[in-house]
């Protein structure tokens, strides 16, 4: 399967512990984003990767969360003491450098409960 | 906050035409028009996007009206599989790489 991969596919938490989830991009892909999506809503973007780089974080990323690409390739979305409001589903997807005339490809997302 | 406006919800016979319209008064000359849907529990799927010109692939056609205010997407044959939520989007070339969804339209593909 050459598409976005996330895992895990589901995490169930406590309240107030971390929470760490993985995405592996489409190779080659050097752009790499988060989003996240409660239940009846669009998908809300998160933050994006250019390579290592985080060039763009939307200010719903608060102080809890926090995303990195160390080597350009997989990435990871940490959240800290998960409150209620943080289960949802986070996706993740790619798209090749191009000069903003790109698809991207996302995965299945990892569905997150709090309880 | 979203650039365009969909309607909630629309069915449409299966083997039948599925025509769903899109508004974005407010597009810009830059901007490009993206359409993507997802279907229940997994990850948003990309359809087509057009920036001036209609578009057709595989999966469907992208009408753009002349002022660039509206467009339609069109899934020439549905079948029970396109039973999805659709994303209309307006996305700049250039500038902030992100996507940002509404909450699109509910298409009901009934037998």
């Known amino acids: 399967d050459t598409g976005v991969s996330q895992n895990p596919r589901h995490k169930i938490t406590k309240r107030g512990q971390n929470v760490t989830f993985r995405c592996d991009p489409i190779s080659e892909h050097n752009r790499l984003y988060w989003y996240r999506q409660t239940l009846g809503q669009g998908p809300e973007f998160l933050t994006y990767f250019q390579n290592e780089a985080q060039l763009e974080k939307s200010r719903l990323l608060s102080d809890r969360f926090s995303a990195e690409r160390p080597k350009g390739s997989f990435s990871t979305l940490e959240i800290q003491r998960t409150e209620q409001g943080d289960s949802a589903m986070y996706l993740c997807?790619?798209?090749?450098?191009?000069?903003?005339?790109?698809?991207?490809?996302f995965g299945q997302g990892t569905r997150l409960t709090v309880v | 906050d979203a650039k365009t406006t969909q309607p909630p919800s629309m069915d449409c016979a299966e083997g039948r035409a599925a025509n769903l319209p899109c508004n974005h008064s407010?597009?810009?000359?830059?901007?490009?028009v993206y359409w993507y849907r997802q279907i229940h529990s997994q990850g948003p799927q990309y359809i087509i996007h057009?920036?001036?010109n209609n578009e057709t692939n595989e999966m469907a056609s992208l009408i753009i009206t002349e002022d660039r205010k509206s467009s339609t997407l069109i899934l020439p044959h549905a079948t029970l599989r396109d039973t999805a939520v659709y994303y209309c989007?307006?996305?700049?070339?250039?500038?902030?790489?992100?996507?940002?969804f509404g909450k699109g339209t509910k298409l009901t593909v009934n037998p």
């Open positions: 407010t597009i810009s000359g830059n901007e490009y």
């Open positions: 057009g920036l001036k």
């Open positions: 989007i307006v996305k700049m070339a250039g500038g902030s790489e992100k996507l940002v």
């Open positions: 997807a790619s798209s090749p450098q191009n000069f903003g005339n790109t698809e991207a490809f």
